[in-house]
């Protein structure tokens, strides 16, 4: 197949299978490429905002964080779902305050990445924050996290000796360690 457009599958049907307060899960038919039909499970995901608050000496904030199904603490970027109407600067904003009590002078867009691209149409837009001031930190009632200041190299040797392994936050670190990395020194 020379045409990339040659590989688009079309969907028949799709039914929601599962409705949550966050995931919806569809079981759909598609047509191939080659005129069969084939089942797509997936899911439908609101959207995310992940943050690395960057320092004025170059440490960044992580959270750290209990994720019930894979039962493990984990070191994270603060982030969190677009919630209906709030825009994406909006949610990295409140985010940030929520997660890591910071507030930033300075929002800077990354860019943005798919995380599970075979199950779920979930894309999380990546900021990094500059310019922070230390605020009081407002978690969701459900939600417990410890924050901690590191120094942003450090932050990537963890993620090269297994410390950090949440797939978000590798992105998320890389992506701004890249762009930080690549300002004209002024």
Excluded at 50 to 72: C, G, H, T
């Amino acid at each position: 197949m020379n045409n990339a457009n040659e590989l688009v599958e079309k969907e028949i049907r799709s039914k929601e299978v599962f409705c949550g307060k966050l995931l919806h899960v569809f079981y759909d038919e598609a047509r191939l490429p080659d005129g069969s039909v084939s089942s797509r499970e997936w899911i439908k995901h609101p959207g995310a905002c992940a943050i690395v608050p960057v320092f004025e000496n170059n440490d960044i904030m992580l959270v750290r964080q209990f994720r019930y199904p894979m039962k493990q603490i984990f070191w994270e970027v603060p982030a969190g779902k677009i919630d209906p109407g709030e825009s994406q600067d909006a949610t990295a904003r409140r985010e940030l305050q929520e997660e890591a009590g910071l507030v930033c002078a300075d929002l800077h867009y990354i860019g943005h990445f798919y995380p599970a691209i075979g199950y779920a149409d979930e894309v999380i837009h990546i900021y990094a924050a500059t310019g922070l001031s230390t605020v009081e930190q407002n978690t969701d009632e459900d939600e417990f996290v410890e924050k901690e200041r590191i120094p942003f190299g450090e932050a990537m040797d963890m993620i090269h000796n297994g410390q950090i392994n949440d797939g978000k936050t590798v992105v998320c670190l890389t992506r701004v360690w890249n762009w930080l990395n690549r300002l004209p020194i002024t």
